[in-house]
């Protein structure tokens, strides 16, 4: 069973900055890709950035620049720096796991989400 663990959100005003972590547990083998998306009420989740097991990053294009996705391939753990905040980037950020089992087969995984406020 693999399991995610978010850490990091929290108040921010406008300009500030925030880290967030997420580590992943359990039985975690092959190609993998870990992200970040977000999610206000009313809209869709969307793709904020996204990291695979090889080293391949994929960004939202409006938030190039910013937002920066790291991990740490030996503790399973994903990172998202994300800077110059401004309150539209107010939302619940998940972390996502997927995990290749063949090309197109795979399975997906998502922490509980952490709360981003930026507000002054």
């Known amino acids: 069973q693999v399991q995610l663990v978010e850490s990091g959100g929290g108040l921010v005003q406008p300009g500030g900055s925030l880290r967030l972590s997420c580590a992943a547990s359990?039985?975690?083998?092959?190609?993998?890709?870990m992200g970040w998306y977000r999610q206000v009420p009313g809209k869709e989740r969307e793709l904020v950035a996204a990291v695979s097991s090889t080293g391949h990053t994929n960004y939202a294009d409006s938030l190039k620049g910013r937002f920066t996705i790291s991990r740490d391939n030996a503790n399973n753990t994903v990172y998202l720096q994300m800077n110059s905040l401004k309150p539209e980037d107010t939302a619940v950020y998940y972390c996502?796991?997927?995990?290749?089992?063949?090309?197109?087969?795979?399975?997906?995984?998502w922490g509980q989400g952490t709360q981003v406020t930026v507000s002054s």
């Open positions: 359990g039985s975690i083998f092959g190609f993998n890709v």
């Open positions: 996502n796991l997927r995990v290749y089992r063949l090309r197109d087969v795979y399975s997906d995984y």
